[in-house]
């Protein structure tokens, strides 16, 4: 079964600084894609970034990137020179080759410090 | 361009009604996708269309949950009979073309409904 395992349910860190969001995943499949969501407070769900497990390179938009680790299942997003506008819940997702529905983390609520 | 659109914004309702939630997607978008949020629960995918087929409905709990999309644009899911589980936060997304896989899927805003 596929399934994302997201450890940390709260994280904060202090403004400018970095934090490091845990993703697991659990999955059979070759083909397949990992996302990570922002939901803000009262706030539509947004993209963050997006990997293609077929590239070994980390996907990087801006401040934020990941450390993608196909043989240990693990999809951690790094948030650097956090801003307050970065408090937000974190949903870490995947989906596979031929299906577009998307397996979610329980999502962790990150709070910026001033 | 407006986003995705959902009303409405909260629905409480008393065990036995009816309601029927509304999603419009992005305009172009043939893809539609319901999702559920049950307090502390994962975000879970109920159902999938592309234009106004069901592409995947794997997701529906039961029966009592019927989703349309006529004409392939916006799209209801009717909760009837509702009971105390199904209160949750309903969310709606929409994507572009399915063909390169894993797109870009853009949220709702999520209505939240209460059943008491």
């Known amino acids: 079964a596929q399934t994302v395992t997201q450890s940390q349910p709260e994280m904060s860190v202090q403004e400018a600084e970095t934090v490091t969001l845990s993703c697991t995943y659990d999955?059979?499949?070759?083909?397949?894609?990992l996302f990570w969501y922002k939901q803000p407070p009262s706030r539509q769900m947004i993209l963050v970034i997006r990997?293609?497990?077929?590239?070994?390179q980390n996907a990087t938009e801006n401040r934020f990137s990941v450390n993608f680790q196909k043989a240990a299942k693990s999809f951690s997003l790094k948030i650097s020179d956090s801003q307050l506008g970065d408090a937000a819940m974190y949903f870490c997702?995947?989906?596979?080759?031929?299906?577009?529905?998307?397996?979610f983390g329980k999502g962790t609520k990150l709070t910026v410090n001033p | 361009e407006a986003g995705v659109t959902q009303f409405p914004s909260h629905s409480v309702i008393e065990k036995g009604q009816t309601v029927t939630l509304r999603c419009d997607p992005i305009?172009?978008?043939?893809?539609l996708y319901w999702y559920r949020r049950v307090m502390g629960k994962e975000i879970k995918f109920l159902l999938h269309?592309?234009?106004?087929?069901?592409?995947?409905e794997s997701g529906m709990p039961n029966n009592r949950f019927l989703a349309e999309r006529t004409g392939g644009t916006y799209s209801t899911l009717k909760v009837q009979p509702a009971e105390l589980e199904d209160s949750g936060v309903y969310f709606c997304?929409?994507?572009?073309?399915?063909?390169?896989?894993?797109?870009?899927?853009?949220f709702g805003p999520g209505t939240r409904l209460t059943v008491t």
């Open positions: 997304a929409s994507s572009q073309d399915f063909s390169r896989g894993g797109n870009e899927q853009y």
């Open positions: 999955t059979s499949e070759s083909d397949y894609y």
């Open positions: 990997q293609e497990a077929y590239k070994q």
């Open positions: 997702a995947y989906t596979w080759g031929g299906s577009e529905k998307l397996v």
């Open positions: 305009s172009g978008h043939d893809n």
């Open positions: 269309f592309v234009k106004e087929s069901k592409q995947d």
